[in-house]
């Protein structure tokens, strides 16, 4: 053990916390801007190594801070089946970043292993699989990470280059499960699923000229844009144009583009105008884990008609129940879970498909959580973060009865709807929500389904909303329960949005504070645009009044 206390002594001491700063565990790991961030991703290298002794498997960690400006950064770790860290860690995670000094820093540790049963001392053998986005700031967190793994006796780092946060994911489940786990295996995995999906769609549906075979994607600047480009070399049946891809002179990354630009400014990226027009067109995050589509309106200044989580879920709802619907033979519960900031449309929507919805807090670690809870659990944030996931049961019940059906009646409608849901399994990514399998599971259906992108926009009728930011003295201020639906404190911020939300018809308004910037958020919905707009702006004043700040869009 003494060995152990040196080792960790001597590598906190190269990565000292900075002054003044403290760092949380937020909605989704830790963020702040990337040059602050190198004592807290040395410190999470060992929460992972840590997280590994304890579960006696591979675990992942991610250098990225996703759809925030390019000077940011972040980590995040994943667990041994690809999703987030157990939440029971994030405490520890916490106390751990912002330790003051090697001495406390090495208690804690210490003492966290004792409570927690973690062998140290190189009696087991421990493995992390590395990944980062393309921000500048990456290269150097990612050494800091590595000497924070190696700062935990027996535990090996292994760096499996620059990827989406939901590639590394993917492979951490698969290291796992023993299955094949290199970028090649994924990239062979989306176009050979697709490619069965495909082939499935119903004759009628193959010459149809509502489906449009030309898709353009924005790549936010970030790393899904290449990879894309690569995983189109083996499609067919799609044509993919991809643009803002980080290539010199395309633009700085997540900077007026980008699924967030495009899904809360409801404007087309850079690099999109009126050539455009008519076209179906897509938009990842900057580590291609939330996905969004959208189309031009003609004559609008690059205003778009957006195709939010919202309408993506939907579309992958309807499709799964109608191939469930040809298979009596196979009962599986199924689940929509989604959070406030769903549009009250569209949990209308899929209440009225008789699917059962939840709501959890924002962040895609309780989404996750409550979806496994079903058979088949389908979620997604309305921005665009979101997958579907097939309980085991269900996975092993839907294999014999696809090899039954295979055998016995081949060609029927049965088969092919076992057949489909069988790619949808392998289609989409079921560690994390992934802009990549989600967008080709998307284009997969509305082949098989012959729908135009106007057919998918008119499923139903998104109720105006309108987001805004304030930032606050101290957001944690605001307290709230029911999923983030009420502020419980402080109390008079509660009773002043009832007042407001009052005043318009299908009026919806809560505010939260934001786990991965500093300022408190506020989202309304109501029957008109101009009422959306100024119920947020009068809450966002109560907002002002009530914390202190500036009001920010
Ligand atoms: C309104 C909104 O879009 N919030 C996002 C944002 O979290 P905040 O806690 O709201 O900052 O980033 C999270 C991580 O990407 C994502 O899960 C979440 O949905
Ligand atoms: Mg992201």
Do not use: G, L, Q
């Given at each position: 053990m003494a060995d152990q206390l040196s080792l960790l002594l001597d590598s906190a001491t190269r990565f000292p916390l900075p002054n003044g700063l403290s760092f949380s565990y937020g909605t989704s790991g830790f963020r702040s801007d990337g040059s602050v961030l190198g004592s807290t991703v040395h410190r999470a290298g060992i929460v992972a190594a840590l997280r590994s002794l304890k579960t006696g498997s591979t675990v992942g960690l991610v250098i990225t801070a996703s759809h925030n400006p390019v000077c940011d950064n972040g980590v995040k770790i994943a667990d041994p089946d690809g999703s987030m860290m157990d939440q029971s860690w994030e405490p520890f995670a916490n106390a751990l970043a912002n330790a003051p000094d090697p001495n406390s820093l090495a208690q804690l540790v210490l003492q966290f292993a004792k409570d927690e049963e973690i062998p140290l001392g190189g009696g087991q053998s421990a493995e992390v699989l590395l990944a980062r986005d393309t921000r500048p700031t990456g290269e150097t967190l990612l050494e800091a990470a590595k000497q924070g793994i190696s700062s935990i006796i027996g535990t090996v780092a292994i760096d499996m280059g620059i990827l989406t946060t939901p590639e590394l994911h993917w492979m951490v489940r698969c290291w796992n499960n023993g299955t094949k786990a290199s970028e090649s295996d994924y990239f062979a995995q989306l176009s050979n699923s697709f490619r069965s999906l495909m082939e499935l769609a119903p004759n009628d549906n193959l010459n149809l000229d509502t489906v449009e075979k030309k898709l353009i994607v924005d790549g936010a600047n970030g790393v899904g844009g290449f990879k894309l480009e690569e995983i189109k070399k083996n499609i067919t049946g799609l044509e993919i144009d991809v643009r803002n891809t980080g290539k010199e002179g395309e633009g700085l990354l997540n900077e007026g583009c980008g699924a967030d630009f495009v899904q809360k400014e409801k404007f087309a990226p850079c690099g999109f105008g009126l050539s455009d027009l008519g076209i179906r067109c897509a938009s990842l995050d900057g580590d291609a884990d939330r996905l969004v589509f959208f189309r031009l309106i003609p004559?609008?200044?690059?205003?778009i008609e957006l195709v939010d989580g919202d309408k993506i879920l939907s579309l992958f709802a309807i499709f799964i129940q109608e191939q469930l619907r040809l298979l009596e033979e196979l009962p599986a519960r199924l689940g929509v879970v989604q959070t406030a900031y769903a549009n009250g449309a569209a949990t209308d929507y899929i209440k009225n498909l008789g699917l059962e919805v939840i709501f959890t807090p924002t962040g895609v670690k309780y989404l996750h959580e409550k979806a496994l809870e079903y058979d088949i659990g389908l979620y997604f944030e309305a921005n665009g973060h979101g997958t579907i996931l097939f309980s085991k049961e269900f996975l092993s019940q839907l294999d014999s009865v696809n090899r039954e059906l295979s055998s016995k009646l081949p060609g029927s409608k049965k088969q092919k709807a076992a057949s489909r849901l069988v790619a949808v399994t392998q289609l989409i990514n079921q560690a994390v929500g992934d802009a990549l399998s989600g967008l080709l599971l998307v284009e997969a259906i509305l082949h098989n389904k012959g729908w135009s992108f106007q057919k998918w926009c008119d499923l139903y009728q998104d109720l105006p909303s309108r987001q805004l930011k304030v930032k606050v003295a101290d957001r944690t201020a605001i307290v709230t329960a029911d999923a983030e639906t009420r502020v419980v404190k402080p109390a008079a911020l509660q009773e002043l949005i009832d007042i407001e939300t009052a005043k318009y018809t299908h009026g919806r308004c809560f505010v939260r504070p934001s786990g991965t910037e500093d300022v408190v958020r506020i989202y309304a919905e109501a029957a008109t645009q101009d009422s959306a707009d100024s119920l947020a702006n009068s809450v966002a004043q109560h907002v002002n009044q009530i914390l202190g700040s500036d009001i920010k869009t």
């Open positions: 004559n609008s200044n690059n205003k």
